[in-house]
Nanobody, 128 residues
Framework: VQLQASGGGLVQAGGSLRLSCAAS????????MAWFRQAPGKERTFVAA????????RYADSVKGRFTISRDNAKNTVYLQMNSLKPEDTAIYYC??????????????????????WGQGTQVTVSS
């Protein structure tokens, strides 16, 4: 599966952005779709994931209540709606996918290693 992320940009604190990730080449409605982010000098960390089977979701504590992950299977696209953005949300955001239907139950480190395909990343910068 090939993934193409878009929608990043520069926004003031408190603002909103919606990231998109278009999938091609083997997309399936059963795939687990996820977002990760990587700030300069830091490790790539989990943000949100969405199951393809029962639309279960999982979020990092730092984004709960502010970010929402969703998907449009007709468009082979997953979204990340980001509201109430903070300067600490500044990072490159990556979409990823895995066919492992149990992925949402894993420790986040395992979840990251289970991702089979990654997009190229889109930069999100939140100014204070």
């Amino acid at each position: 599966v090939q993934l193409q992320a878009s929608g990043g940009g520069l926004v003031q604190a408190g603002g909103s952005l919606r990231l998109s990730c278009a999938a091609s080449g083997g997309y399936s409605v059963t795939l687990v779709m996820a977002w990760f982010r990587q700030a300069p000098g830091k490790e790539r960390t989990f943000v949100a994931a969405l199951s393809g089977r029962n639309f279960g979701t999982r979020y990092a504590d730092s984004v709960k209540g502010r970010f929402t992950i969703s998907r449009d299977n007709a468009k082979n696209t997953v979204y990340l709606q980001m509201n109430s953005l903070k300067p600490e949300d500044t990072a490159i955001y990556y979409c990823a996918t895995t066919s492992d239907g149990a992925a949402l139950s894993y420790d986040v480190g395992v979840l990251r290693r289970r991702m089979g395909s990654w997009g190229q990343g889109t930069q999100v910068t939140v100014s204070s």
